[in-house]
């Protein structure tokens, strides 16, 4: 079928050019990062205007509801100040509209890692110790992953505490318990910054099998073989 072709042949070429990195930085790579972050930057805008623009901002503006309207010209208002800050003069006129992104922002992570991240690593690594219901062996197996999940979750808890006292020459220094604490944490950091690594490698190598056969199928398609 000439669509399946034509994206068979754009991603062969597209293929290449990316490949073609591997004789150094180019031009034809350039070109696809250039395509790949236009077509990326694209998608995004549509995503934007479709599911948030439209109808978080201008289809309540639209609204008989005094409370929705308020609650649209708000924000819009807000968003329509930070174009001052294009001009020097008056771009303190935006500094309000960027104080409540930036706190937004800052309570958002922060929530985040408390309730995405801290608290439930931290419920993991207690419901480890729930034996219930398990046999010796499965106890003891439940036991050491416990084991080994709370000292790492305590060591690189331990690792980010930075109140430390003063050498006799002035420089910072942690106690010995303290160090021997974050020296375990950055093992542990480490063992995950690996783990981490290594699956980016796999999904990098798996992808790169996939455009390589999918290359070999076109190529042969062609050919008629």
């Known amino acids: 079928m000439p669509i399946d072709f034509l994206a068979g042949a754009v991603g062969l070429i597209l293929t290449l050019l990316v490949f073609s990195y591997l004789i150094g930085d180019n031009p034809l790579f350039r070109l696809a990062t250039y395509l790949f972050i236009g077509v990326s930057s694209g998608y995004a805008a549509a995503a934007i205007w479709h ?27 807000l968003c329509f100040t930070l174009f001052a800050k294009l001009l020097p003069r008056i771009s303190w006129i935006g500094n309000f509209a960027m104080a409540i992104l930036a706190g937004v922002g800052a309570a958002t992570a922060i929530g985040g890692a408390m309730l995405g991240t801290l608290i439930p690593q931290s419920l993991a690594a207690m419901d480890m110790f729930d034996l219930r219901g398990l ?34 020459d002035g420089t910072p220094k942690r106690n010995i318990f ?34 390589l056969s999918s290359m070999i199928n076109f190529i042969r398609q062609l050919a008629g073989i």
């Open 135 to 168: 046999d010796t062996a499965q106890a003891f197996a439940r036991l050491v992953q416990g084991a080994i999940m709370l000292v790492g979750t305590v060591a690189t808890l331990g690792y980010f505490q930075f109140s430390a006292g003063r050498a006799p």
């Open 178 to 211: 303290f160090e021997g604490v974050a020296w375990l944490g950055k093992v542990f950091i480490a063992i995950t910054f690996g783990a981490l690594f290594a699956g980016v490698y796999m999904a990098a190598l798996t992808a790169m099998i996939e455009r």
């Open 51 to 77: 599911y948030v623009l439209i109808p978080k901002l201008f289809n309540p503006l639209r609204s008989n509801d005094p409370a929705q309207l308020i609650l649209a010209v708000i924000p819009f208002i």
